[in-house]
């Protein structure tokens, strides 16, 4: 039996919703798009949702539109690098916040406001494996601040927090698409928000800042356009937004599953593996995109995930800490970010994962455990 990180859960009615668009003709941005907005901005209660080709290009567009250029920037280490990548394209200076504790993998007040300064204009809030614990807090201290808090939702599609939704807290939320996520389709983002002017500069930018896009012109809207700013082609295609609003219906189950499926690894690990950590509250609310736990401190993960490969298990590490990738590296030292990057793995998950093969991975863990 082997057991992969993930499973996507695409099946005849992605398919379904693929051939239509290619029957249809239109496959570059159109009505389609429109559809998959109108029902992400339905799902997420939010006056606008808007595509795009991606998660970075997503955050790329929330960035712009919020004019970061010269200004300093707040964000985890502990996150995918594109958080900061496109950050530091719109000119941006990312500063590292470190994470709470290794049980509370998120940055926290406390930890946020230790790096302010004063050119810091934004905060990017990373609700990493899908939880909000802090987020809150974060939201309160920006508020007291007069900081904009910017959440890149990536990994926690349809998760409710008390408060609100994940990417409804801050002036906008952006989420990636890809493969692996709980919302998927295959390379791909939105961002969702409130407020009409960040909204209108993202849909500008999206599409090299033209004043219509070409669906637009061939409804006759508009004969010509104009070009206003200077964006980029940063749009979906009809394929993928339609694979998004057929996915988009599985997410509240897929997040139910999902849930099920940690709440029996926790019972698990508590019993077979008590030298294993499992980090954040177990009651706390999470869209579950990743189950990642803490090793024992002096084990060497590197052979663990050998074992667990050649036993047919696979395991990932999210994440190496950005701030010690070479471009980012200042010298900087985050403790808990560090020692939760050295000692985290993340084992397999996907809705629908049967509780055998749960079962099967905390089996195997022990074993390997026992061995090194
Ligand atoms: C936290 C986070 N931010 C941003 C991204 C970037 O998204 P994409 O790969 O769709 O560009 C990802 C995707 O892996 C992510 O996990």
């Not at 958080?83 to 007040?109: C, E, K, Q, W, Y």
């Not at 919302?183 to 969702?192: A, F, K, M, Q, V």
Request: glycine share 6%; aromatic share 10%; net charge neutral.
């Amino acid at each position: 039996m082997r057991i992969p990180l993930f499973e996507l859960n695409w099946d005849e009615n992605e398919e379904r919703a693929v051939l239509e668009v290619m029957r249809s003709g239109w496959i570059s941005m159109g009505p389609k798009t429109r559809e998959y907005e109108a029902a992400l901005a339905r799902f997420y209660g939010v006056r606008f949702a808007l595509a795009a080709s991606s998660g970075t290009s997503a955050l790329l567009l929330a960035y712009m539109s919020l004019d970061l250029k010269g200004y300093d920037v707040i964000l985890p280490s502990l996150t995918f690098v594109a958080t900061a990548n496109a950050l530091t394209f719109v000119g941006a200076r990312p500063v590292f916040a470190d994470i709470r504790s290794p049980d509370m993998p998120l940055m926290s007040a406390e930890t946020v406001e230790r790096v302010l300064t004063s050119k810091t204009k934004a905060v990017v809030f990373v609700s990493y494996a899908g939880y909000g614990d802090t987020l809150s807090e974060v939201k309160d201290l920006c508020e007291s601040k007069g900081i904009i808090l910017i959440e890149d939702a990536s990994h926690s599609h349809g998760a409710k927090y008390p408060g609100g939704m994940a990417g409804t807290f801050g002036k906008v939320g952006a989420f990636s698409t890809f493969a692996n996520k709980n919302l998927s389709t295959g390379e791909g983002g939105y961002l969702i928000t409130d407020d009409p002017q960040i909204y209108a500069w993202a849909k500008l930018l999206r599409s090299h800042g033209m004043t219509s896009s070409s669906w637009e012109r061939l409804e006759g809207k508009e004969e010509m356009y104009d070009v206003v700013a200077v964006g980029l082609n940063l749009r979906p295609d009809e394929i993928r937004s339609a694979i998004g609003l057929e996915n988009l219906k599985k997410l509240p189950a897929e997040n139910r599953r999902r849930r099920n499926l940690v709440s029996l690894y926790r019972k698990l690990i508590a019993k077979e593996l008590p030298e294993v950590s499992v980090p954040f509250p177990p009651s706390s609310p999470s869209a579950h995109y990743i189950f990642p736990v803490l090793l024992p401190e002096g084990v060497d993960r590197d052979v663990v995930r050998k074992r667990m490969y050649e036993a047919g298990i696979y395991t990932s590490i999210h994440y190496p800490p950005v701030h010690r990738f070479k471009v980012y590296d200042t010298g900087i030292t985050l403790p808990n970010t560090e020692e939760y990057a050295q000692r985290t793995l993340t084992l397999p998950l996907w809705g629908r994962m049967d509780r055998e093969r749960v079962v099967r991975v905390v089996e195997t863990l022990k074993l390997v455990l026992r061995r090194v």
